[in-house]
């Protein structure tokens, strides 16, 4: 069945297979404390916790009707987020969420990327079959879910793509206890 294959760098599949992955779980503060900060971006401040009631506001900076209570019917247990500002309006924006399972962590992660690039085109990079994210000329934003944790990115202005991916894999790393310091997936 193909919804149960393993993708072996986004899944992990050496560590146990599907079963295994689908029970990751990881506290959201610490995947976005120990980001680090990327060339050309300022020190991020601290991260931000957040529950599903602030979901909406504290990932893309506005109540969006309907995602505060979607994220709460779902299961959000723990979210929180963490942002980088740069020169000519560069913005990268990290969020975590623990989730009760995995489907709401995808579908609700997916309509966040959505609504943070909205004039966007559909991305799904190579190295992570089965996220969802979207891409304009000056934005872009990328969920990945490991486990019962959505892993999201958001970028806006003069943040390539190569930004958003190693800030996933940093994430997806921290989540699974993996050593921070190796290349990025390729």
Same mark, same amino acid.
């Given at each position: 069945?193909?919804?149960?294959?393993?993708?072996?760098?986004?899944?992990?599949?050496?560590?146990?297979?599907?079963?295994?992955?689908?029970?990751?779980?990881?506290?959201?503060?610490?995947?976005?404390?120990?980001?680090?900060?990327?060339?050309?971006?300022?020190?991020?401040?601290?991260?931000?916790?957040?529950?599903?009631?602030?979901?909406?506001?504290?990932?893309?900076?506005?109540?969006?009707?309907? +995602?505060?209570?979607? =994220?709460?019917?779902?299961?959000?247990?723990? *979210?929180?987020? #963490? @942002?980088?500002?740069?020169?000519?309006? &560069?913005?990268?924006?990290?969020?975590?969420?623990?989730?009760?399972?995995?489907?709401?962590?995808?579908?609700?992660?997916?309509?966040?990327?959505?609504?943070?690039?909205?004039?966007?085109?559909?991305?799904?990079?190579?190295?992570?079959?089965?996220?969802?994210?979207?891409?304009?000329?000056?934005?872009?934003?990328?969920?990945?879910?490991?486990?019962?944790?959505? +892993?999201?990115?958001? =970028?806006?202005?003069?943040?390539?793509?190569? *930004?958003?991916? #190693? @800030?996933?894999?940093?994430?997806?790393? &921290?989540?699974?206890?993996?050593?921070?310091?190796?290349?990025?997936?390729?």
């Amino acid at each position: 069945m193909a919804a149960l294959a393993c993708v072996p760098l986004l899944a992990g599949c050496a560590g146990g297979g599907v079963a295994a992955q689908d029970s990751v779980e990881a506290d959201p503060a610490f995947v976005v404390r120990v980001l680090p900060t990327r060339p050309g971006l300022d020190i991020a401040g601290p991260g931000v916790s957040t529950g599903s009631g602030e979901f909406d506001r504290a990932t893309l900076g506005q109540s969006i009707p309907g +995602l505060a209570k979607g =994220a709460k019917d779902g299961g959000l247990r723990s *979210a929180a987020t #963490r @942002t980088w500002t740069g020169p000519n309006g &560069a913005r990268l924006v990290a969020v975590a969420s623990l989730w009760d399972d995995s489907e709401p962590a995808r579908a609700i992660g997916g309509q966040v990327a959505r609504a943070a690039v909205p004039d966007g085109t559909p991305w799904t990079p190579t190295q992570y079959g089965g996220s969802q994210g979207y891409r304009s000329d000056d934005a872009r934003s990328l969920n990945v879910v490991v486990g019962k944790v959505s +892993l999201l990115v958001i =970028a806006e202005g003069p943040v390539d793509d190569e *930004a958003v991916l #190693r @800030t996933i894999d940093l994430m997806r790393k &921290a989540s699974t206890n993996e050593d921070l310091e190796g290349p990025a997936g390729g």
